[in-house]
């Protein structure tokens, strides 16, 4: 059974280094793995503007140039190259996609949301063993990070068989949210029922 859900593969923006998009965009941001103070140019925050305009207009030629040129113009940044990466994941060019949220997260190996977009580009890329290392850095750097849980709980469940740590993870990511998620309370019912692992849900029969 696929269990793709929209919400785990949906589009991420993210900003000039490499952060959630819709955050405030500061004149000097601590990025790196050096903790260097990138500076950023007033232009490259319009640039970026205007980039994040195309995309959320489903733009994505247009959005995909505007990045691709800001790459040039700005190579110490790593949220254009993010939202390369989140573009040809798009488009379903996982390669290119996996290989531009590389170069962001070499940028800055601390953003857990482009961790978790790359490791989406592993797994569509049958690399699931580097999907798992990535969800994993992402929950390492922030044990809050329910989204890795969850993709992790899809990862062993789906494509490489690991029930038990699928449930696992599941659990993890339900524990996480604020009201129990209902589809991955049933997917926890169904994969303790075929794995014989007694269900943590109350009223759930082994």
């Known amino acids: 059974m696929m269990r793709l859900l929209k919400f785990i593969n949906c589009a991420v923006l993210f900003s000039l280094l490499g952060a959630c998009a819709g955050q ?17 140019p007033d232009q490259a925050a ?26 040039q113009a700005y190579p110490e940044l790593a949220g254009p190259y993010a939202n390369i990466g989140v573009i040809y994941g798009r488009n379903g060019d996982w390669e290119k996609a ?34 798992e290392a990535s969800y994993y850095k992402a929950i390492k750097l922030d044990a809050s990070m329910a989204q890795s849980y969850l993709n992790l709980g899809i990862l062993y469940d789906i494509y490489m068989g690991q029930f038990v740590k699928a449930s696992d993870y599941y659990q993890k990511y339900q524990s996480l949210q604020s009201e129990p998620d209902r589809q991955v309370a049933g997917w926890i019912v ?6 014989g692992i007694k269900s943590q849900i109350a009223g759930d029969a082994p």
């Open 98 to 131: 996996r290989d531009a949220l590389l170069i962001s997260s070499q940028k800055n190996d601390k953003n857990t949301k482009v961790l978790n977009q790359l490791g989406l580009a592993y797994r569509h890329l049958g690399e699931f063993k580097q999907a």
């Open 190 to 195: 169904d994969i303790n029922r075929r794995a």
């Open 24 to 40: 405030q965009v500061k004149s000097t941001v601590d990025a790196n793995v050096e903790s260097k103070i990138i500076e950023i």
């Open 46 to 71: 319009v640039d970026f503007k205007i980039a994040i305009g195309l995309m959320n207009q489903n733009k994505l030629s247009e959005a995909l140039t505007a990045f691709e040129r800001m790459t």
